[in-house]
């Protein structure tokens, strides 16, 4: 095919390759963003640096969730000035409970990772996966799974994905379900979902 002279290109041509070129363009916007998605994490950190839940150590009362008190509190650690009245009736002080907890490490020489995971189970009896100082290779979609298997790396002897990792460096926290048997999990695994890729696991002891 040769070379359209828009000089001497009759108007029906003229429309036709402006079509093509528009076409063009819209497929080609999707496809760099979806390149950009999946490509940008490799190489651009993000941190997420979260306390160890602030109602860790507290009694929360029957009628109050520990979001609405996890609330409360974050919002009292914000006032420098003493308040007048207690934040929640009934808040006592407890210990949180280290269960299980393993160091992480690389999945092979380019999917990477280090820190520490820790199962606690709280003063109420609920559970939190807290990562610790955590330093993963980053990519796209990458997840936070609780593993059956006592190494780590088998999905196929089941899993409890605890969501969407929330930065591939720092320290952050995920509350188990209630329902889970924490009893069954035996190590944590950072995998990315659209590859279906293993970047880090941490047998838990």
């Given amino acids: 095919m040769g070379i359209v002279n828009w000089a001497t290109a009759t108007p029906r041509r003229k429309r036709w390759s402006t079509i093509g070129l528009g076409v063009a363009l819209v497929l080609a916007v999707p496809v760099l963003w979806l390149a950009w998605w999946l490509g940008s994490p490799l190489f651009i950190d993000k941190v997420a640096d979260e306390d160890f839940p602030l109602t860790a150590n507290a009694t929360i009362p029957d009628n109050v969730t520990r979001a609405e008190a996890e609330t409360t509190m974050e919002t009292a650690a914000k006032i420098e000035a003493p308040m007048s009245e207690p934040m929640t009736t009934g808040m006592s002080s407890a210990e949180a409970v280290s269960l299980i907890s393993g160091d992480f490490r690389d999945a092979d020489r380019f999917h990477r990772g280090s820190g520490r995971a820790t199962i606690y189970r709280l003063e109420d009896d609920s559970h939190v996966l807290r990562l610790e100082d955590l330093n993963v290779t980053n990519g796209p979609d990458l997840r936070v799974l609780l593993m059956v298997d006592p190494e780590g790396g088998d999905k196929g ?12 460096i720092g320290n952050q926290n995920y509350p188990i379900p209630d329902d889970a048997d924490v009893s069954r999990y035996h190590a944590v695994m950072i995998y990315c979902q659209p590859f279906h890729v293993v970047f880090s696991t941490a047998p838990l002891r």
């Fill in 157 to 168: 002897q089941g899993y409890l994905d605890l969501g969407k990792l929330k930065g591939n």
